[in-house]
């Protein structure tokens, strides 16, 4: 212990032997710690009701895990680290660790310096047998005890604006004569984020009818159906008007049967908008959805979900540039589904033999080419043991045209061309709706032509490719693998006949459109 944390003690200590001797509650004698030590060592309210009860992290450790036990728990995977973490004001606890935390200090939330009622929806403080001293203060400020019992607030000023923007943009978005002219810019983009900034609030604060869960939940899944057929502009400010609604809920009591399912759509709705951010070329903004999305998945404790976030996660390195990073996020994604059929083991090894074949660039080592083949033959093997359901969700699931396109795209960067152009050619035959993948698909065959040193025909598949993509589409994602390919021919032939009528589709002249790419 450095001479710093045994002063505290100390301060603590002696707070604590007079307050007990006065006659004081252990919650009021950490009101007087914490006014005694936070200005001079930072005290937060939690650590001080530690101190009050004079115990050490251990034992709160083993009070939360015997209540855990109690309630027929799996035993919980707190520690003195996190609890230490907790009270350094580093972390904040979720949730459930918060309702156990305020039973063993018998106080609200509040008390121990976190906004919000606890999930439970009761409170935890037990009769006060203690002399009542009337020079003391209460245990809670009128504010708190307010913001506890009263019920929560109408939405917040800012949160209207945020929803506001995204509708006006949806309207835009819906009349033909102007949808042209909109583009993912600042309003928008931060409509976006302080949705998703939001949620990450509420999620650690903490009711609404099964009813309307019920159409929240068939309302998620009709967006996972619609993410290969709408525009990704217009289908993000549905997603993001409806997490908004899903938020709202959240900071409401509820029982935790339903906070459950309101958890799993906040953790679908924000994996979503990572992915239509990826389509849009915003990884940054995907990046935070998908920690949102990670944060919201954690708390219901289902692995297959927690796996199909990080799986999904693993495009945004993918796609922009971190061969390395999406590796290793598709290896968690593995770890985190486990043995449970689910979509992310076929999801995960896949992206692991995407990530390996972009490692190996152009010089495919047999041991490179042999590796990345068992991760598709797992993901294979995994994709025939899923539900049936989970076969055809585009979105939450893992499709066998899906399965067929990467599979292809893998084949593609290992240079094996001839079983690379067998497998695209049924991945395009399968693929009817969703213009960003037929894209992607024709530049792979184009690649894969190019690589067999028949330029003309690559060009020719090249050139069609992008002229069957609107302007809405033409993001990132599609101009990333463009580029490389206009790229790879003029290290070839840099005068080829047909390649200025590759680059006039390439560089053509687009109405304002957001800037953009991933699927």
Same mark, same amino acid.
């Given at each position: 212990? !450095?001479?710093?944390?045994?002063?505290?003690?100390?301060?603590?200590?002696?707070?604590?032997?007079?307050?007990?001797?006065?006659?004081?509650? !252990?919650?009021?004698?950490?009101?007087?710690?914490?006014?005694?030590?936070?200005?001079?060592?930072?005290?937060?309210?939690?650590?001080?009701?530690?101190?009050?009860?004079?115990?050490?992290?251990?034992?709160?450790?083993?009070?939360?895990?015997?209540?855990?036990?109690?309630?027929?728990?799996?035993?919980?995977?707190?520690?003195?680290?996190?609890?230490?973490?907790?009270?350094?004001?580093?972390?904040?606890?979720?949730?459930?660790?918060?309702?156990?935390?305020?039973?063993?200090?018998?106080?609200?939330?509040?008390?121990?310096?976190?906004?919000?009622?606890?999930?439970?929806?009761?409170?935890?403080?037990?009769?006060?047998?203690? *002399?009542?001293?009337?020079?003391?203060?209460?245990?809670?400020?009128?504010?708190?005890?307010?913001?506890?019992?009263?019920?929560?607030?109408?939405?917040?000023?800012?949160?209207?604006?945020?929803?506001?923007?995204? +509708?006006?943009?949806?309207?835009?978005?819906?009349?033909?004569?102007?949808?042209?002219?909109?583009?993912?810019?600042?309003?928008?983009?931060?409509?976006?984020?302080?949705?998703?900034?939001?949620?990450?609030?509420?999620?650690?604060?903490?009711?609404?009818?099964?009813?309307?869960?019920?159409?929240?939940?068939?309302?998620?899944?009709?967006?996972?159906?619609?993410?290969?057929?709408?525009?990704?502009?217009?289908?993000?400010?549905? *997603?993001?008007?409806?997490?908004?609604?899903?938020?709202?809920?959240?900071?409401?009591?509820?029982?935790?049967?339903?906070?459950?399912?309101?958890? +799993?759509?906040?953790?679908?709705?924000?994996?979503?908008?990572?992915?239509?951010?990826?389509?849009?070329?915003?990884?940054?903004?995907?990046?935070?959805?998908?920690?949102?999305?990670?944060?919201?998945?954690?708390?219901?404790?289902? +692995?297959?979900?927690?796996?199909?976030?990080?799986?999904?996660?693993?495009?945004?390195?993918?796609?922009?540039?971190?061969? +390395?990073?999406?590796?290793?996020?598709?290896?968690?994604?593995?770890?985190?589904?486990?043995?449970?059929?689910?979509?992310?083991?076929?999801?995960?090894?896949?992206?692991?033999?995407?990530?390996?074949?972009?490692?190996?660039?152009?010089?495919?080592?047999?041991?490179?080419?042999?590796?990345?083949?068992?991760?598709?033959?797992?993901?294979?093997?995994?994709?025939?043991?899923?539900?049936?359901?989970?076969?055809?969700?585009?979105?939450?699931?893992?499709?066998?045209?899906?399965?067929?396109? /990467?599979?292809?795209?893998?084949?593609?960067?290992?240079?094996?061309?001839?079983?690379?152009?067998?497998?695209?050619?049924?991945?395009?035959?399968?693929?009817?709706?969703?213009?960003?993948?037929?894209?992607?698909?024709?530049?792979?065959?184009?690649?894969?032509?190019?690589?067999?040193?028949?330029?003309?025909?690559?060009?020719?598949?090249?050139?069609?490719?992008?002229?069957?993509?609107?302007?809405? /589409?033409?993001?990132?994602?599609?101009?990333?693998?463009?580029?490389?390919?206009?790229?790879?021919?003029?290290?070839?032939?840099?005068?080829?006949?047909?390649?200025?009528?590759?680059?006039? *589709?390439?560089?053509?002249?687009?109405?304002?459109?957001?800037?953009?790419?991933?699927?």
């Amino acid at each position: 212990m !450095s001479g710093r944390q045994h002063r505290e003690t100390e301060i603590a200590r002696r707070t604590r032997a007079k307050g007990l001797a006065a006659g004081r509650t !252990s919650a009021q004698i950490a009101d007087e710690i914490h006014e005694a030590c936070t200005t001079q060592f930072g005290t937060t309210r939690i650590k001080a009701h530690r101190l009050a009860h004079g115990i050490a992290l251990a034992d709160v450790i083993e009070q939360v895990r015997a209540l855990f036990e109690r309630d027929q728990k799996p035993m919980p995977g707190i520690g003195e680290t996190l609890l230490s973490a907790y009270e350094s004001g580093l972390k904040r606890p979720g949730p459930e660790y918060l309702h156990y935390l305020c039973t063993v200090y018998r106080v609200e939330p509040a008390a121990l310096g976190f906004d919000g009622p606890c999930i439970c929806g009761h409170g935890h403080r037990m009769p006060v047998l203690a *002399v009542e001293l009337p020079e003391r203060e209460p245990m809670l400020s009128t504010k708190e005890r307010d913001m506890v019992l009263q019920p929560p607030p109408a939405p917040e000023p800012v949160t209207e604006e945020d929803e506001n923007i995204l +509708r006006r943009t949806l309207l835009t978005l819906l009349n033909p004569e102007t949808a042209r002219t909109v583009e993912l810019d600042g309003p928008v983009l931060g409509a976006c984020e302080g949705i998703r900034r939001r949620m990450d609030e509420t999620l650690v604060s903490g009711t609404v009818s099964a009813a309307m869960l019920d159409q929240w939940e068939e309302a998620t899944i009709s967006f996972g159906r619609q993410y290969t057929t709408t525009a990704p502009l217009r289908l993000l400010c549905d *997603v993001l008007l409806e997490m908004s609604a899903v938020r709202i809920a959240m900071s409401r009591r509820q029982p935790i049967d339903l906070q459950d399912r309101l958890l +799993r759509m906040a953790a679908q709705l924000s994996g979503l908008s990572g992915m239509i951010l990826i389509n849009l070329g915003d990884h940054r903004l995907a990046r935070s959805f998908f920690r949102t999305g990670r944060t919201a998945a954690d708390e219901t404790g289902d +692995r297959a979900l927690r796996a199909w976030v990080t799986a999904r996660e693993s495009l945004v390195p993918l796609y922009f540039g971190d061969a +390395r990073e999406a590796l290793q996020l598709a290896k968690k994604s593995r770890d985190l589904a486990g043995a449970t059929p689910c979509p992310a083991q076929a999801m995960a090894p896949v992206v692991e033999a995407r990530a390996l074949a972009m490692l190996a660039g152009g010089d495919s080592k047999k041991e490179v080419v042999d590796q990345a083949k068992r991760a598709l033959a797992r993901a294979r093997n995994a994709f025939s043991h899923m539900r049936i359901e989970d076969q055809e969700d585009m979105a939450f699931g893992y499709t066998e045209k899906q399965l067929y396109f /990467y599979q292809g795209d893998v084949l593609t960067k290992l240079g094996q061309t001839i079983e690379a152009e067998v497998v695209l050619d049924q991945a395009l035959e399968k693929y009817e709706d969703h213009i960003l993948d037929q894209t992607l698909i024709r530049l792979d065959q184009a690649q894969c032509k190019l690589i067999d040193g028949e330029l003309d025909e690559a060009l020719t598949i090249g050139t069609k490719a992008l002229q069957l993509v609107g302007d809405e /589409y033409l993001t990132d994602l599609i101009l990333r693998p463009a580029l490389q390919l206009e790229q790879a021919i003029m290290a070839r032939d840099a005068d080829h006949p047909k390649l200025k009528e590759y680059q006039a *589709v390439l560089y053509r002249q687009r109405q304002p459109q957001p800037k953009g790419g991933g699927a």
